[in-house]
């Protein structure tokens, strides 16, 4: 028995494979659709299918995101390495900082 993973994190990397898989197999100007697998080796075929199916929901996750509007909240925007609220600077020195942060 065969087994793999998927090591695939972005819609541009699905694309990138089959796209590969695409010059591969001699498909011009690819739709990235699972019937374009009919002329492949079942192989082939089976990666196109899977990573269609891969690229089909890793879209639909960015338009969730995208959709829905949510942005990370300034206070965990200095963990992920982006900068800090400037207000936390202000408040670090005064007794009352953390209370006006959590008010």
Known sequence: MMM?????VSVEDATAKLDELARRNG???????ES???SMSEFDALKWTSL???R?????????TTSSGWTV???FRGIYG???????KKLEN???????LAA
């Open 27 to 33: 498909i011009v100007n690819p739709r990235y659709e």
């Open 36 to 38: 374009e697998a009919d």
């Open 56 to 64: 089909i929901a890793l879209r639909g996750r960015e338009d969730e």
């Open 94 to 100: 005064t007794c009352d900082g953390p209370l006006r």
């Open 82 to 88: 982006t900068k800090p609220p400037s207000t936390s």
């Open 73 to 75: 909240p300034p206070i």
């Open 4 to 8: 793999t993973q998927r090591r695939v």
């Open 52 to 54: 269609c199916s891969q």
